[in-house]
């Protein structure tokens, strides 16, 4: 083929390709500009389905993927995985030294079909389950008396790193408890200090230190236990009224709402003025929806997960609530993970949530919206994202519902953590 008509032919086709994408070409005089009409603009290419290994669970099995529960080995771990899906395991008692020392943990992560939740309450002090592996780290009280934030900041990430080096994925510290109780009180010295301020900074600094390390914390008790009348593991106990509680307890709590990647979790006190006298605030949709809103007390919406405290240890809840109507109840009052302390009672809660379920007082709806909150945290890959925060109108309650949300008060802007 001689190069003249090469060359032709290599311009006819670029000008055929250019007229298809429309547009013109000048070849310099041997071709000339084509003409001819654009060519109808081709349909979009359908959208690839969105996916979520989540979607091939069944309803119980997705139901279990929010539960998180306590373990009393590695064995009872794997049996609470393989045979319930559950998603979420809590390490307490002796498991911890088990999970420090042995590979039990790390084979069981390595084997789930999901990423799972592992938890621990690694607070500091006398609420410290790794101390004997890893060294003491002080009470709260005590590091905010004798420690700079940035200080704390860097023994929680110490502290976090060797979590992370056991296999846990969240703590459930720092509480954010506003307390002059006496050190061996419930909260006492768990508890940072008295003065509002100085709890938002230090346990900021806490969390911050296990966020560097690649743990979740989760800030508690909601909404505040600090001046509680007594032990929700051994009774009923109360906190001041709403309206006294939003200027104190409640002001660090609004301002580490938007902590990116923390969770929270809500106490078992009672609220007069928001949660009435039939239930504790982790059963109350009247406190979730507070947390879930923040308008009630100043604060930003809170998107993240949400946990409730023991459900089968403390007696504030078991006195009159059974485990698994206490999960249902949970889940149907606004938790995305309730937490108990044993595998035992697993099938009765599945139970009971499917019940809810079907009898519409859970809503398919609010399950999603929990099980995408959950998923984000774990890790899961998918299309599932962090939804809007609120409740889905239509859940209802198994008892008698608790009171309105009362109007928001007449409070000055708090200001927002640092980016």
């Not at 190069?3 to 311009?11: D, E, F, G, K, S």
């Not at 995305?336 to 599945?350: R, V």
């Not at 399950?367 to 984000?376: E, G, I």
Request: aromatic letters at 4%; one cysteine or more.
């Amino acid at each position: 083929m001689s190069p003249p008509l090469r060359r032709r032919l290599t311009v006819s086709v670029l000008a055929a390709v250019l007229v298809l994408a429309g547009c013109g070409v000048d070849d310099g005089g041997d071709a000339t500009e084509a003409a001819a009409p654009a060519a109808p603009e081709a349909p979009a290419a359908p959208a690839l389905p969105c996916e979520s290994p989540l979607d091939s669970l069944t309803q119980r099995e997705r139901i279990a993927q929010l539960f998180t529960v306590g373990v009393a080995s590695m064995a009872d771990a794997r049996r609470a995985v393989e045979e319930f899906r559950i998603g979420g395991i809590f390490l307490g008692g002796a498991v911890v030294g088990e999970a420090v020392s042995g590979d039990g943990l790390s084979r069981l992560k390595e084997d789930s079909p999901l990423p799972l939740l592992v938890a621990i309450d690694e607070e500091g002090g006398r609420v410290s389950r790794i101390s004997p592996f890893a060294g003491p780290l002080p009470s709260a009280r005590v590091m905010a008396a004798t420690m700079s934030p940035d200080e704390v900041r860097s023994a929680a990430r110490t502290r976090g790193e060797f979590l992370r080096g056991m296999g846990v994925t969240v703590d459930f510290a720092p509480s954010v408890d506003v307390s002059d109780q006496p050190d061996g009180a419930v909260i006492g010295d768990r508890s940072f200090s008295p003065d509002p301020v100085r709890v938002a900074s230090y346990a900021r600094a806490f969390a911050s230190g296990l966020l560097d390390a690649g743990v979740t914390p989760v800030f508690k008790h909601f909404p505040g236990h600090g001046r509680s009348s007594g032990d929700s593991h051994h009774q009923s106990v109360t906190v001041p009224p709403l309206d006294q509680l939003v200027p104190h307890d409640l002001r660090p709590f609004a301002e580490l709402a938007l902590t990116p990647g923390a969770g929270m979790m809500l106490g078992h006190q009672q609220v007069p003025g928001l949660t009435g006298v039939d239930r504790p605030a982790s059963l109350s949709p009247a406190a979730y929806r507070l947390l879930r809103e923040g308008r009630g007390y100043g604060a930003p919406p809170f998107t993240g997960v949400i946990f409730t405290d023991d459900l089968s240890g403390m007696r504030a809840v078991t006195d009159n609530f059974p485990l698994p109507q206490a999960v249902a109840e949970s889940l149907i009052a606004g938790a995305d993970s309730p937490l108990w302390i044993t595998t035992a009672g697993i099938p009765q809660a599945l139970d009971a949530v499917e019940r809810a379920l079907a009898d519409g007082a859970l809503s398919r709806a609010d399950l999603d919206r929990s099980l995408a909150r959950v998923a984000t945290l774990r890790g899961i890959p998918g299309c599932l994202s962090v939804p809007s925060p609120g409740q889905v109108p239509g859940a209802g309650a198994l008892a008698a519902p608790s009171p309105a949300l009362p109007p928001r008060p007449g409070l000055p802007p708090l200001p927002r953590p640092p980016a």
